[in-house]
């Protein structure tokens, strides 16, 4: 390999680094919920198999999906 497919390759590899590190950050919110929204949301999750998080990340996830 000459110096400037080296070069190129660990351009690659930093950009590919970057963005899996992108992907895998975390944000940590909280939020207020009224309890009877609670009690549903955990009704779905158990119905579906799933905790509450899950079925949270899953929601907004479709809702994103479908935004864009």
């Known amino acids: 390999m000459s110096s400037r497919e080296d070069?190129?390759?660990r351009r690659r590899r930093r950009e590919t680094a970057a963005a899996e590190e992108e992907i895998t950050k975390?944000?940590?919110g909280g939020?207020?919920?009224p309890v009877w929204m609670v009690v549903k949301?955990?009704?779905e999750a158990r119905r579906r198999g799933v905790t509450r998080q899950a079925l949270?990340?899953?929601w907004?996830?479709?809702r994103?999906?479908?935004a864009a």
């Open 31 to 33: 939020f207020d919920l």
């Open 41 to 43: 949301l955990d009704a």
């Open 56 to 58: 949270i990340k899953m």
């Open 64 to 66: 994103l999906d479908r």
């Open 7 to 9: 070069a190129k390759t």
């Open 60 to 62: 907004l996830s479709d």
């Open 26 to 28: 975390r944000f940590r």
